[in-house]
């Protein structure tokens, strides 16, 4: 049934529904058989989801890229006084609101001329003017970074964030969990215990949150797992997480390889993730790195979730991303019919909208 002969123990335990260990997973990375791969994957995301394909009308906003780190594979921070350096107003970031979205997703740079209240203020007035529209704002980088500069516990910042509107936390910074690496590529960015601590201390405060990998750099395969291993055990211990969100790296200037991994690499990534997160509801397919057609093809791969409309996304396309700034939700929807999906409207807590086309009679139309 398999070319390769290590799947055969993967299938018969993914369809007794018992978890797979880090040493059964490490060798899929290198398997020929991604196709074989890809179908044990797609078992999965079927028991778990059906047909349906999610994504978000959302937007990206990226209020400031000055930035007092300067890590090494980052083209999106600045320094004041460059070129590219910005700052919005409040009312600029206001103006990026409307109440069509569903979820406005908030992340920058760590800006040593705003004081936490700045960055508690674009919460709280967003949240006011959109009472409707779900805040997933700062990440577990941004998080620290508040707590060193109020100089108080990161749940104080997190109570605060979350009276002032904050929904959900997203789940960039954490990069890949490898003294190694940062040491080479983030030196002076939190790592793996202090981006867990924040996330839990989040989950135990009811904040949701999200969690990612960046791969596709100088990280091993080996690395890979470890930081796969270390999302699931906190999952295990808190359950607070809602997705686990794959990110290519995207070379940009940086360069810290030449080029973008392959999307042999992207899939097998997502399909292995799908595999060893038993305790994850939802792996996502982020078509702002893997591009549209790799974003398509992973939802044969385990991916239940195409990320959203995005509308400006500065970051990746900092770095270059070939992927276009923002897609229209009917193209998501095209993108997903495409892939002989069914395409249902979530909100950040991946709730399903009541609008979304009714998915048994979309199934048979598709049939
Ligand atoms: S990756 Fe984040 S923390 Fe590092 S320089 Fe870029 S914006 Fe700053």
Redesign the pocket.
Known sequence: MFKDSQLHPIWAKVQRQERVSPEEVLPLFKTQDVLGLGKIANHIKERKTGDRVTYVVNRQINPT?L?V???R??D??SKKGRPNAYSMTMEEILSKCSPELREVHIV???NHEWPFEQYLKIVSEVHKKFPNLQVKAYTA?EIDFFARIEKCSVKEILSRLKDAGLMCLPGG?AEVFSERVRKSL?PF?IGAPRWLEIHKAAHELGIRSNSTLLYGHMETFEERVVHLKKLRDLQDETGGFLSFIPLAYQPGKTKVVDRQTSAIDDLRTIAISRIFLDNFDHIKSYWVTLGEETASMALAFGADDLDGTIFEERIMHAAEAASPVGMAKERLERLIRSASRVPAERDALYKIYPSSKDIHNERLALA
């Open positions: 890229n930035c780190l300067s890590c594979f980052c999106y921070a920058g740079g760590l980088v910074g983030f960015k």
